[in-house]
């Protein structure tokens, strides 16, 4: 709240993505790992994923998406004061992969950290630079008060690739989108662009479910992903639909009047039954899965920033983000284009 008469909203006002160069299909993977295109297709609905090559790093490809998000908003990397990267997969240990991403674009006049909350982790981002845009931290760098968001990830780092049930799920990518502040009247909030509401969880009993083996405080090693599908599923249907419930019920409204729904692309399968638990139409589902894979922490921004580029998201509409990952985290969050 910023006055008697305005209330403030973080305003989507632009999107951008980056992919790695090199595409692998399931034909190619299938040339040296135990498995078949109709394999994959039918359990996961993915075809291709990209996978990031020398050069190409969680901080370039992040560069990358945020250099199209600031473009398509219309701003410049000065107008940035806070830079808000979501990532499992660090160029470093230390310092965060944000600090880089603001050096390569020029944003000197922006803070900037990384979040973990693996796949979740756009939501977790969103929801912190939202906060921060509406407190004094947040404070315009240079006349305007926006923040740039980020998911970006090379899971291709820490699989392996002798474990087929793991390593044919997951690409590289990243995915930006430049937050704003702006005020408007508390009479017209029903129809005013921004972040409605979020929500977010975690549930740390179930670390062995979908975990990294290694690390710099136990091994000393970056480790390997290991995954326990049927579980990781069985949980993702169920804490995804309750966290949209939860999300449609604060913002007053019903799945019906969503026009879209982006969710987290981990599994075609996850996402049919999420939308049919919901009572939702595949139609208003955003599936970008099968070209991608699941990119972690990048699926969320990557596919919005596809449907917002091919025209199918528009300004006015609401839209829903959401995403469960490693930890177990998950959320959502509402927002109006």
Known sequence: MTGAATIRRSCLIGTGSALPARRVSNAELAETIDTSDEWIQERTGIGARHLAGEGETTATLAADAAKKAIEAAGITA??????????????????????????????????????AAVCSGFLYAMATADALLKTPAGAPANGRQCALVIGSETFSRILDWEDRGTCVLFGDGAGAVILEARDFPAGEMAAAPGVIASRLHTDGAHNELLYVDGGPSTTGTVGKLRMKGREVFRHAVT?????????????????????????????????????????????????????????????????????????????????????????FTWGACLLRL
């Open 239 to 327: 804490n995804l639909a309750d966290v949209l419930r939860e999300v449609m019920e604060e913002a007053g409204i019903a799945a019906d009047q969503l026009d879209w729904v982006v969710p987290h692309q981990a599994n075609a399968r996850i996402l049919d039954a999420t939308a049919k638990k919901l009572g939702l139409p595949a139609e208003k589902v955003v599936k970008t899965v099968g070209e991608h894979a699941n990119t972690s922490a990048a699926s969320v921004p990557l596919a919005l920033d596809v449907a917002v580029r091919d025209g199918r998201i528009q300004p006015g509409q609401l839209v829903m983000l959401e995403a469960m990952g490693g930890g």
């Open 78 to 115: 000065a107008d940035i004061s806070v830079i808000v990267l979501a990532t499992a997969t660090p160029d470093q240990t230390f310092p965060s992969s944000a600090s880089k991403v603001q050096d390569l674009i020029g944003a000197k006049n922006a803070f900037a950290f990384d979040v």
